[in-house]
């Protein structure tokens, strides 16, 4: 019984982590971590948008990249290889998403329709492409992963201001950016590592598929230290939660560090980038439950 039990529980974690749900939950847990120092009023249908937009984005980029993830995963359990499939879910979440925007004016749902459509623009083909293999944004190899990491950290942090109508102490909303920032761009920087055998199949050139392992390695290593550094200028300056920080910072940087280390000799990289999210997540997590009980 256990070990049917344990083989189920299995399964759906792959299903899962194949399908990368856990991805839609990570700009809750962002903007409530970061809330703690915004103290910004967020109603719980603005935790709701904001992963409903997620959804569309990046359910969106399931589609764009049916070429690349037909090599780099397996197809059982993953629901987005399904073109029908993945349009209803973008179909209903951009509902689901347009409505709760609508309650907070035309004005901000016509600034979450742009930030929407700058953001998709990491996948869709541009129409001054110069050749298919420069078709998008993602193939351009050193644009690809700073791309993604501003669409993650730019948006996040100041549509909770336009949401409630305030302007943000700008040297918080700066540093809080350059952190998320640091986050997104190292795992996307070790997903690429992961995926080098879709994205050349797929001509997309990323920094991991065309400079050595060392080159990923110290790059991931000023990363963390840019990242870190600038959290801590956060917190030495008061313009972030003191002992949120704290926890973060004395968890995360050894973790990521040796994390980098380990993953970058691993032949398990698949498991092992999801994992790097979740745990990242559990680290934040832990940090905002004690800056809420303690803080």
Same mark, same amino acid.
Do not use: D
């Given at each position: 019984m256990i070990t049917i039990c344990g083989a189920r529980?299995? =399964?759906?974690?792959?299903?899962? @982590?194949? /399908?990368?749900?856990?991805?839609? #939950? @990570?700009p809750v847990l962002l903007t409530a971590f970061w809330n703690q120092s915004m103290r910004l009023p967020l109603d719980w249908q603005y935790y709701v948008m904001i992963t409903a937009s997620v959804v569309v984005s990046y359910v969106y980029n399931q589609i764009t990249d049916r070429d690349e993830d037909a090599i780099n995963y397996d197809a059982k359990g993953h629901f987005f290889a399904n073109l029908q499939? =993945?349009?209803?879910?973008?179909?209903?979440a951009s509902v689901v998403g347009v409505s709760l925007a609508l309650r907070a004016g035309w004005g901000f749902l016509i600034y979450s329709l742009v930030v929407n459509m700058l953001m998709n623009l990491y996948s869709?083909?541009?129409? $001054?492409?110069?050749?298919? *293999?420069? *078709?998008?944004?993602?193939?351009?190899?050193?644009?690809? /992963? #700073?791309? &993604?990491?501003?669409?993650?950290? +730019?948006p996040l942090l100041v549509?909770?201001?336009?949401? +409630?109508?305030?302007?943000?102490? $700008?040297?918080?909303?700066? +540093?809080?950016?350059?952190v998320t920032f640091g986050l997104d761009y190292l795992s996307e920087l070790l997903w690429d590592v992961r995926d080098i055998e879709g994205d050349l199949r797929a001509q997309v050139k990323t920094i991991a598929n065309t400079h050595s392992t060392r080159v990923v390695r110290r790059i991931s290593r000023v990363v963390i230290a840019v990242t870190s550094v600038t959290y801590l200028v956060g917190l030495v300056t008061g313009v972030l939660a003191l002992l949120q920080g704290l926890l973060f910072l004395a968890a995360w940087v050894p973790y990521a560090w040796m994390f980098a280390d380990r993953y970058l000799k691993s032949d398990s990289k698949l498991a092992l980038s999801h994992r790097f999210v979740v745990l990242?997540?559990?680290? &934040?997590? *832990?940090? @905002? +439950?004690?800056?809420?009980? @303690?803080g």
């Open positions: 529980l299995q =399964a759906v974690g792959e299903i899962l @982590l194949t /399908n990368r749900f856990h991805l839609f #939950a @990570l499939v =993945a349009l209803s879910i973008c179909v209903v869709m083909p541009m129409p $001054w492409a110069v050749r298919p *293999s420069l *078709s998008r944004i993602k193939q351009y190899r050193y644009v690809k /992963n #700073a791309f &993604a990491a501003l669409c993650w950290s +730019v549509t909770p201001h336009v949401y +409630v109508g305030s302007w943000p102490q $700008w040297s918080q909303l700066l +540093v809080m950016i350059v990242q997540a559990v680290i &934040a997590l *832990s940090a @905002l +439950v004690a800056q809420l009980v @303690l």
